[in-house]
């Protein structure tokens, strides 16, 4: 990202991949020097499946969203929901909107409970924080593009959802 001068982008996207960058918080930083804001989705590893499935059975899960062996897995930086949360606050990063997702209806009962127990994908719009001392979450921000961004990233997020449940049903 180097490349390219301060605000080059209004929204830089960045789905399931920041778990296989070797430094996130530097391409954070990154993506939100070239850009006002991002949008950012990845796989939360405090879900309560990946949870069990280590504990109960004491090896990696390996599930259709972590499709992948431990030792050839694209996925070299493992955290959670809270974990990127404390990371946006520690890098100033202000956290305009997120959305949970997550494949079942029961998780999804619980999901606005507990997020970081009961969400399978996170997605995440953010921007830099022009105050230090101001932390204030879920700000509605009306740009359309953005907009149309982060719903589609939410939607791709619920599509993949869908999509796995049809393969199981049929």
């Given at each position: 990202?180097?490349?390219?001068p301060?605000?080059?982008?209004?929204t830089?996207?960045?789905?399931?991949?920041l778990?296989?960058?070797?430094?996130?918080?530097?391409?954070?930083?990154?993506?939100l020097r070239?850009?006002?804001?991002c949008i950012i989705?990845?796989p939360?590893?405090g879900?309560w499946?990946?949870r069990?499935y280590?504990?109960?059975?004491?090896?990696?899960?390996?599930t259709k969203?972590?499709a992948?062996q431990?030792?050839?897995?694209?996925?070299i930086?493992f955290?959670?929901?809270?974990?990127f949360?404390?990371?946006?606050k520690e890098r100033?990063?202000?956290?305009?909107r997120?959305?949970?997702?997550s494949?079942r209806f029961l998780?999804?009962?619980?999901?606005?409970?507990?997020?970081?127990?009961?969400?399978?994908t996170?997605v995440?719009?953010?921007?830099k924080?022009?105050?230090?001392w101001?932390h204030?979450?879920?700000i509605?921000?009306e740009?359309?593009?953005?907009?149309c961004?982060?719903?589609?990233a939410?939607t791709?997020?619920c599509?993949?959802?869908?999509?796995l449940q049809?393969?199981r049903?049929?």
């Amino acid at each position: 990202l180097t490349n390219f001068p301060d605000n080059s982008f209004d929204t830089v996207v960045m789905t399931q991949a920041l778990q296989a960058m070797r430094f996130p918080h530097l391409v954070l930083d990154e993506m939100l020097r070239i850009g006002q804001d991002c949008i950012i989705t990845f796989p939360n590893f405090g879900y309560w499946r990946t949870r069990a499935y280590l504990n109960f059975r004491g090896r990696m899960p390996v599930t259709k969203q972590l499709a992948y062996q431990w030792y050839d897995t694209p996925n070299i930086h493992f955290f959670t929901y809270n974990d990127f949360e404390a990371l946006c606050k520690e890098r100033n990063i202000r956290v305009l909107r997120s959305y949970c997702v997550s494949e079942r209806f029961l998780d999804r009962q619980f999901i606005s409970l507990w997020p970081n127990m009961f969400a399978e994908t996170a997605v995440y719009h953010l921007t830099k924080l022009w105050f230090p001392w101001d932390h204030t979450e879920n700000i509605a921000h009306e740009t359309s593009i953005t907009d149309c961004l982060f719903n589609a990233a939410r939607t791709e997020s619920c599509r993949r959802r869908e999509a796995l449940q049809g393969a199981r049903w049929s």
